[in-house]
């Protein structure tokens, strides 16, 4: 069965350095998601990519995070500089389309721990 | 303030038996409600999904049950197994779109032999 594939696993940085997230969503999927868990809480949507468009940033710290999808196929997420309130679990996850009842199917995340 | 509450935030109980999670939600408008499973360290995987219209869903030993009008989600676990301890995680769409979920913090599910 096909997975979104994420890389790293895991990611130990030191403050004030850049990190970059790798997420590979199921072929054909149009839609991709990037999301931060902090432990114990749901998901929050970070930004969300209609092929190669962006279609929800309004979450995104932009002066910290970039995410990008060139070719609306994978997608890589940065921060620069990283803070310790960054320490999360990174889920990228993708769907055929935007409409309601597609299902998301989430890879499984980034580790992201930031001393 | 969460528009999604799920209760309990964690729960242990016995290999065999059944468990209720609850999900209450504030979301409007509502387009459906999913609930999710997430084992430590992985991503979430979809259990079911209700529109407005469904009172009841099952998927295997999972049955899901949505109030609209109280806006009122619940997850019956029967005959629980320690595969079963994960995260349940309960999310509204508000509209027919993907772009406006909101997610409920979880229930830590402990299933112990």
């Known amino acids: 069965e096909a997975e979104v594939a994420q890389s790293p696993r895991y990611k130990i940085t030191e403050k004030s350095q850049a990190v970059a997230f790798w997420c590979d969503p199921i072929?054909?999927?149009?839609?991709l998601y990037w999301y931060r868990q902090i432990l114990g809480q749901g998901p929050e949507l970070l930004v969300q990519?209609?092929?190669?468009?962006?279609?929800?940033d309004s979450q995104l710290p932009k002066d910290r995070f970039s995410a990008e999808r060139l070719k609306g196929v994978d997608s890589t997420l940065k921060i620069q500089p990283a803070e310790l309130g960054d320490s999360a679990m990174y889920l990228c996850?993708?769907?055929?389309?935007?409409?309601?009842?597609?299902?998301?199917?989430f890879g499984p995340g980034t580790r992201l721990l930031v001393l | 303030k969460n528009q999604v509450e799920q209760s309990p935030q964690s729960l242990i109980i016995l290999e065999g038996k059944n468990c209720t999670l609850q999900?209450?939600?504030?979301?409007?408008?509502?387009?459906?409600l999913r609930w999710y499973k997430q084992d430590t360290g992985r991503g979430p995987v979809s259990l079911t999904i209700?529109?407005?219209?469904?009172n009841t869903k099952s998927n295997r030993r999972y049955t899901a049950t949505l109030d609209a009008d109280t806006k009122q989600s619940s997850l019956h676990i029967t005959a629980s197994q320690l595969s079963d301890s994960a995260s349940y995680i309960c999310?509204?769409?508000?509209?027919?779109?993907?772009?406006?979920?909101?997610f409920g913090a979880g229930t830590r599910l402990t299933v112990k032999p």
């Open positions: 999900c209450n939600y504030t979301v409007s408008p509502f387009s459906n």
């Open positions: 072929s054909g999927h149009a839609t």
């Open positions: 209700m529109t407005f219209s469904e």
């Open positions: 999310v509204v769409n508000r509209d027919d779109n993907n772009n406006d979920m909101r």
């Open positions: 990519f209609q092929d190669e468009s962006v279609v929800d």
């Open positions: 996850a993708s769907s055929l389309g935007q409409a309601g009842g597609t299902t998301q199917y």
